[in-house]
């Protein structure tokens, strides 16, 4: 068995931390266990493309009313996740084995409390471009599934994919509450939660940016 199917059959095994699907699809078992969760909590926050969870784990920590789901592709990286919430007996949080494209399938208008997006791939190709995370079609989902107040949080290591994002951002709509290209030098220093990818590029020296965002019109 490879190690990639051994992850598939892995992620089963803890059911109270990991929603696994398959295929990229959401099946209505998934997402009537994810209502379940969503109805036991006030509030929740989502990040897209979480990894092997060490910001989704604080989120977690720090919000212990708010349900914190991570959403994320790979099998290995959703069940390090799991693992580690039922280590830490985080009972607030729950990660995906799934496409983080699926969210309007996945959860209600109005019902997220803020998005996180961390370190996304950045595809810094042009023509790969169109395989980017943050595309207009993605940002008026998670505008549309917004809370009032809700708000969008994105981090990059990448100058031209926060750039192209911030303009993505205003021609749809939302309004830039917080920006910096140095986060570690600004004054969000202090409130952020370090990611996997965060540390690695942290020691290669590279600038990082943050922004958050919230709807014109919330
Ligand atoms: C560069 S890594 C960053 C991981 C983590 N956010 C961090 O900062 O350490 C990008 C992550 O997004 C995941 N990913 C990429 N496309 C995705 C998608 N469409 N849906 C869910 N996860 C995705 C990858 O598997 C990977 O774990």
Redesign the pocket.
Known sequence: MSWENQYMQMVKTKPGFILAEEDRSVSADCRAELRSRLSMHAKCFV??????G??LLRLAEQHPATLCVG????FK?AFKTGEKAERDGLENLLVLR????QIPDLFSRGEVAGFFV????PWDKRRWRKNR?MSPELLSHMRELLAPGGFLRFKTDHQEYFASTEQLLVAGGWRVCKRTTDLLSSEFVESNIP????GLFRSQGKPLCMLEAHSATA
């Open positions: 990040e897209l493309g979480s990894g092997s060490l910001h959403l994320e592709i790979r990286r799934t496409d983080a494209r961390n370190y996304p791939d995370l990611t996997e990818f965060e």
